[in-house]
């Protein structure tokens, strides 16, 4: 097990009508603050009412920054920071998915920055001090609302890169799974596969000393396939909404990768085809997840995957390639099974920029990860999955 | 999955050396502390010295509390807090096992109390604030070290009681799994059955929709079963020792009981066997849970047990009474095989107080457990385990 520091300042109100928690809490932080939202979801099924009633009842005036997209934008990010600075705001509340608490990160951590907010993007040293950041979750996918990471696009360069910090951690989360019932199934099965891919890249490690965290992750793996399907099937059950709302945070907020020695691989290569094409995140996961996992499957990381055939999927017999085999394909047909096309074809992506987004990627760092990757590597991968 | 508020603070520097992480972080929080710890082995090992060098490169002054017991007392706690208050002390570092920390926590919030601190045992509401409790570990056991727990006794009455708040939540705490290197092959075994009693009283509930937090508590278990008979075999290996170091903390600080329905069973009928004979807490785990599993398995209640036999022991095949036992006979001879004593008799326990131990025992509140049990249930268990 390697060294770690634990560090997860984060708290959790976690269940139904935990809304109740938010005004009072929020205004120990600030009695101005930044909302930031989506699309309008949040208009349309009551949710913005009930935050709205939480920051009037406690005394809080806020400003709002709303329209976020699905992968957030710079643009937004600066205009966040705009405000927050303009009406001199004093905490950034999120209500929404991950897209949106990580733009409300990078807008609380902008803030205090002199220069650009795209420099923090880059280079998440620049991060240092942050406005305290509060989410209400309203999708099980990203772990946003409980770590200090941010992923940040800039279209117009074709370049999605994650940053973050422990200053940006929220304060405090609200998670209700009921806020989940109306997710599109397509955004159910998107964001599930976004949390077993987190699970993979800890898991996926050549750290075979951190037995108990492995054993946290298949929690999450075997949580995420009992429940995906059970939440497609009927989005108002709330154990399975709850299950994945908590194995999302789970998944990312360190229990399992600390002590494991991760460096992730399929989220940046993943990143380069948002970046191009700004597909949904957790769709380019599960295209990616599979065949990733086919090319760097080789007699030194078998072992691996025999753990994940056997303590996940149950495959008992069979040499140790054919139970690693059958748990890739396993995995390919379990993302199948909710929908989710598992070629880039089915999604309008060809092999037009696989060079440039290839090298991107490698250059992004792939050189540590459970077998270290070079641009030809990524390449190939991305071919696989044509 | 029941509602929950998650709030776990502490944070962890866990591995090697991270000793080195003490002394500017306490001196954060204050240069005058009191030092607690126990029979004088890390003076032997030299534990002390190292912790000595910190607060004096820190330039932290320390007055010392020694000899705090296994069971601690309150006559350690209330000397604890004379000395704070005498000294006008800013933060307690407990340095030990789960015992001394406990200690540390009621000293730590004693000191902020009117009263005897005897009143924060028996009535947790009484503690509202503390000093800043931090803690460098020598014994995998209690999760003392991540959690606000405190068990203190008070001979004198033959009582021992559980008391806690968040504000005796350690800071920080130091958990270097080579300090347990030196722990005696009986109290690795003590401190493995108390990291799987602890996860046993979170596992067995019924509530069954916290299916993510039943999976972790499997994780753990399995964790057990697998480093402690290398623990034993070889005390200096750091993958056992890590593993288990990190098991402790994590099958108690909320991981595994958030979002369940947990109300501890066995753990209060071991407090009287403590109270009254000064036993190993972990020793009288051993004996009495394989006997509260069997007292407490009916139709009702077998589920649990054949994901426990399923899950954690590897047993597919048989009913599901059947798998049941089979999982049960298992724990006996699991716990046995790490030279833990089965019986009460063999500690020389007799059933001479067993009438008043079932009594106190039930009054601290088995109405609520897995199944709810009464004096004469208690009573019934004890009998079983003599």
New interface residues.
Partial sequence: ??????????????????IA?LGDNLKKLSDRVLLVYGGGSIKRNGLYDAVAQQLKNAGISWEELSGVEPNPRIESVRRGVALCREHQLGAVLAVGGGSVIDCAKVVASGTYYDGDPWDQVLDSDKITKALPVVSVLTLAATGSEMDGFAVISDLSKNEKWGTGNDVTKPVFSIMD?EYTYTVSARQTAAGTADIMSHTFENYFTQEK????QA??C???L??CI??APVALHSPGD??AR??LM??SS?AING?CS??ENTAWAVHPMEHELSAFYDITHGVGLAIMTPNWMEYVLNEDTVWRFVEYGKNVWGIQSGTDMEIARGAITKTREFFTSLGLPATLGEIGIDSTHFDVMAQKAADGGLKYGFIPLDKEDVKKIFEMAL
């Fill in positions: 097990m390697q060294n770690f520091h634990y560090n997860i300042p984060t708290q959790i109100y976690f269940g139904k009508g935990q928690n799974p000393g951190a037995y108990l054993r946290f298949e929690s999450i075997k949580t009992k429940y709330y154990e709850a299950n908590w194995a789970m229990i600390y002590g």
